[in-house]
Nanobody, 113 residues
Framework: QVQLVESGGDLVQPGGSLRLSCAAS????????MSWYRQAPGKERELVATSGGSTDYADSVKGRFTISRDNAKKTVYLQMNSLKPEDTAVYYCNTWVGGYSYWGQGTQVTVSS
């Protein structure tokens, strides 16, 4: 079955960097788009970045975040630089396979001094 497992979340100071990873299994990873979402307390889940035929980013993270993927390792990454307190959220990995949306369990990113 499709499984997505995120890792890499941590507490980081403003201006710092983190790299999140999402290890995928159970589907032909290389042919599917992969996305990162995030959900801050009291807010709706929002799309951060997508890697498919092209890469797309939310305006709030353009120039600071980079999505990449290693198809051999079946892993998608989110490199986050110049982190701000407003980036604090649970970050989720997502893909659509066979008409179904799959989510990982999420990884907490906290940006605070």
């Amino acid at each position: 079955q499709v499984q997505l497992v995120e890792s890499g979340g941590d507490l980081v100071q403003p201006g710092g960097s983190l790299r999140l990873s999402c290890a995928a299994s159970g589907f032909a990873f290389s042919i599917y788009a992969m996305s990162w979402y995030r959900q801050a307390p009291g807010k709706e889940r929002e799309l951060v970045a997508t890697s498919g035929g092209s890469t797309d980013y939310a305006d709030s993270v353009k120039g600071r975040f980079t999505i990449s993927r290693d198809n051999a390792k079946k892993t998608v990454y989110l490199q986050m630089n110049s982190l701000k307190p407003e980036d604090t959220a649970v970050y989720y990995c997502n893909t659509w396979v066979g008409g179904y949306s799959y989510w990982g369990q999420g990884t907490q990113v906290t940006v605070s001094s």
